[in-house]
């Protein structure tokens, strides 16, 4: 069997043994690791458990005070830093405050994040309140707020998405199915309220007025002088345009209309001459053509 103790005292052969050196076999002993690597191990550990404890504050002839597992986790181990924990099991615990860092990978198959910054993460279930990330995948997620730079999605449902893009949004495959209040193309609708354009006022410039049909389809003109319409820009096929020219104040101003307007058999509407009356013009446009109608003196 291996030394386990070292006794510090040693007796000559056919010497004297005196009653200090037999006492010295036990005040002098030093224990030696063949006490401990020579115990049959455990196989599991319970927090009840007792161990021994080398008190730092304790002298070199002090002996080792007692502690239960539970305590040396609780104390020693929660305000410590490792740099070299592998975990082959589960690690449940309650709240984590710090940084936490996973160098290689993480999996987190339920659970709540309150924030999580990562350029890659796998999350396969849970929620995360404020997420900023790089690339995220997962078969499930609920992001009640933050910033998704680029989402891509194979299945899912968003019940509420609001975005400023700076780009534009692309739905390459599938269909996008747009609530009761959402206009989309290609689609009959019916309007439950009212929808209208906010009429843009024309200004007269050097005798000319031009008209930006891109910029509204209602458009008012005051006729101060006599003036001419010119060419309009960005027509759209088949889109309707309104004009509502109100007279000047002394009335018998003209309005003349470049060649891009035209009028039934050719003939160019006169304007009422009334201080303050009003004309209103209609149009529907084939892209470059305003074809239009009068319907003159409201007053």
């Given at each position: 069997m291996a030394i386990k103790f070292n006794r510090s005292q040693t007796f000559p052969t056919n010497g004297t043994?005196?009653?200090?050196?037999?006492?010295?076999?036990?005040?002098?002993?030093?224990?030696?690791?063949?006490?401990i690597t020579d115990q049959p191990s455990l196989t599991a550990v319970d927090p009840a458990d007792s161990i021994l404890i080398a008190d730092a504050s304790l002298t070199a002839g002090d002996a080792p005070r007692q502690t239960t597992v539970s305590n040396l986790f609780d104390d020693a181990l929660s305000g410590g830093t490792y740099t070299g924990l592998n975990l082959t099991g589960n690690l449940t615990f309650g709240t984590a405050t710090g940084?936490?860092?996973?160098?290689?990978?993480?999996?987190?198959?339920?659970?709540t994040i309150p924030n999580l910054t990562s350029s890659t993460a796998t999350i396969t279930l849970g929620t995360i309140p404020t997420l900023t990330a790089g690339t995220t995948t997962g078969t499930a997620g609920i992001f009640t707020s933050g910033t998704v730079a680029t989402l891509n999605s194979t299945t899912g449902t968003i019940g509420n998405l609001s975005t400023t893009l700076a780009g534009d949004m692309t739905i390459s495959q599938g269909t996008a199915t747009a609530g009761t209040r959402v206009a989309v193309l290609n689609t009959a609708q019916q309007y439950s309220r009212a929808h209208n354009f906010a009429a843009t006022a024309l200004t007269i410039t050097s005798g000319t007025v031009p008209w930006d049909l891109s910029q509204n389809q209602v458009a008012t003109l005051t006729v101060t002088t006599n003036s001419t319409m010119n060419t309009p820009t960005n027509p759209q096929a088949g889109s309707t345009y309104v004009m509502i020219v109100t007279q000047g104040t002394g009335g018998s101003n003209t309005l003349s209309f470049s060649t891009a307007y035209k009028f039934p058999s050719g003939t160019v509407p006169s304007l009422?001459?009334?201080?303050?009356?009003v004309d209103v013009l209609s149009f529907v446009s084939n892209g470059t053509v305003l074809y239009g109608v009068s319907s003159q003196n409201f007053s």
């Amino acid at each position: 069997m291996a030394i386990k103790f070292n006794r510090s005292q040693t007796f000559p052969t056919n010497g004297t043994v005196t009653a200090a050196g037999l006492h010295n076999l036990i005040d002098g002993t030093d224990i030696y690791q063949a006490l401990i690597t020579d115990q049959p191990s455990l196989t599991a550990v319970d927090p009840a458990d007792s161990i021994l404890i080398a008190d730092a504050s304790l002298t070199a002839g002090d002996a080792p005070r007692q502690t239960t597992v539970s305590n040396l986790f609780d104390d020693a181990l929660s305000g410590g830093t490792y740099t070299g924990l592998n975990l082959t099991g589960n690690l449940t615990f309650g709240t984590a405050t710090g940084n936490r860092t996973v160098s290689t990978s993480a999996t987190i198959t339920t659970g709540t994040i309150p924030n999580l910054t990562s350029s890659t993460a796998t999350i396969t279930l849970g929620t995360i309140p404020t997420l900023t990330a790089g690339t995220t995948t997962g078969t499930a997620g609920i992001f009640t707020s933050g910033t998704v730079a680029t989402l891509n999605s194979t299945t899912g449902t968003i019940g509420n998405l609001s975005t400023t893009l700076a780009g534009d949004m692309t739905i390459s495959q599938g269909t996008a199915t747009a609530g009761t209040r959402v206009a989309v193309l290609n689609t009959a609708q019916q309007y439950s309220r009212a929808h209208n354009f906010a009429a843009t006022a024309l200004t007269i410039t050097s005798g000319t007025v031009p008209w930006d049909l891109s910029q509204n389809q209602v458009a008012t003109l005051t006729v101060t002088t006599n003036s001419t319409m010119n060419t309009p820009t960005n027509p759209q096929a088949g889109s309707t345009y309104v004009m509502i020219v109100t007279q000047g104040t002394g009335g018998s101003n003209t309005l003349s209309f470049s060649t891009a307007y035209k009028f039934p058999s050719g003939t160019v509407p006169s304007l009422s001459t009334g201080s303050s009356q009003v004309d209103v013009l209609s149009f529907v446009s084939n892209g470059t053509v305003l074809y239009g109608v009068s319907s003159q003196n409201f007053s």
